[in-house]
């Protein structure tokens, strides 16, 4: 059984404090077991990038929810928008925190004038899947490539010689 859902307000950080980096701290890790949280300086990187709006969902008492990055960014050819890292506490998954925050991250790439938004999820997390595809988001068939720039120096050359 789930709980009913929550009254959750959605706002955007203009500032960190304590309380954003305690719960920042609290959230990653229920992201990624591979991430460490950013600290206050990571944190002021984000909310002060013009490309990035980090949004936190708060509970009718203030509590901080859950979080997402909005990403925009203008291209030669649009602007582009992508929602990520998005984590809902655990104790508040099933309540309607995801789907706000998602609403409100639609909202404002509208808002800047992207066309399309972008996401990516692992299949694993089945929940956040199943909400964003009631959402309207739709499956397309691309390659997503990555290039793991850490640990470029430890791939050898085209002579097969590693890297210095």
């Known amino acids: 059984m789930t709980e009913p859902a929550a009254t959750v307000a959605v706002?955007?950080?203009?500032?960190?404090?304590?309380?954003?980096?305690?719960?920042v701290a609290r959230l990653v890790p229920q992201l990624s077991r591979s991430s460490a949280p950013p600290g206050p300086v990571e944190l002021?990187?984000?909310i002060h990038s013009p490309a990035t709006k980090l949004l936190i969902a708060r509970s009718e008492t203030g509590d901080i929810l859950g979080t997402l990055t909005l990403?925009?960014?203008?291209?030669p050819t649009a602007i582009r928008a992508?929602?990520?890292d998005v984590v809902v506490d655990e104790r508040a998954r099933g309540r309607g925190v995801g789907e706000a925050l998602t609403?409100?991250?639609?909202?404002?790439?509208?808002?800047?004038?992207?066309?399309?938004?972008?996401l990516t999820s692992r299949p694993s997390r089945e929940?956040?899947?199943?909400?964003?595809?009631?959402?309207g988001f739709e499956l397309r068939e691309t390659n997503v490539y990555r290039y793991d720039l850490a640990g470029e120096?430890?791939?050898?050359?085209?002579?097969?010689a590693m890297q210095e």
């Open 11 to 23: 706002e955007a950080a203009t500032e960190v404090t304590e309380e954003l980096v305690s719960a």
């Open 44 to 46: 002021a990187d984000v």
């Open 71 to 75: 990403v925009t960014f203008r291209i």
């Open 82 to 84: 992508l929602i990520e």
């Open 103 to 118: 609403a409100a991250a639609l909202a404002t790439a509208r808002e800047a004038g992207a066309r399309t938004v972008d």
């Open 127 to 135: 929940a956040a899947n199943r909400l964003y595809q009631r959402l």
């Open 153 to 160: 120096l430890d791939r050898p050359t085209e002579s097969g």
